[in-house]
């Protein structure tokens, strides 16, 4: 029984090796692949209620008929546009990241204000907040690209030391 499950963690080691690599080389290519295959579903799912909507019409509402084209639309939308989506996410959390280091760096300053002398670091942890923001902001599929290259190497990380400690007798 611990043979095999040994023999299992070390299949779905190499699947994490394999699709980390995948992540590590061709980053943008995954994205784009994974916001398709989430449009395709929606897609899908929006094509069959539009049907099952037609089937029942008389105790369907238009309600949700409209959910079903907006689901529709949406998923060709992805499919047709993923890079859009790429984007939006990681300009949002750009924004959001850098009005905390403006908020932060605010705070810091209260603090030089009120007298505290210890309001330096929270000074520069609060500007390297609104630089990491800033270029997050402007450079979105730069993040996106990075955090996805950094998410392979992690499975490749996790895959390697599964394998290796499932072979240490």
Known sequence: ?????FKDLILVSIVMIVFGLVLLFWPEQSLTTAVRIIGAGLAISGLASVFAWVRDRASSSYFSLAGAVLSCVAGAYLIARPEGVIAFFPTVMGLAILCNGVINLLKALDLKKAGYGSWRLPCLMAA?????GLVIFNNPFGAVRTLVMLGGAALIYSGVSNIWIATRD
Request: overall charge positive; cysteine-free.
């Open 1 to 5: 029984m611990l043979r095999r499950i």
């Open 128 to 132: 390297a907040t609104i630089v990491l």
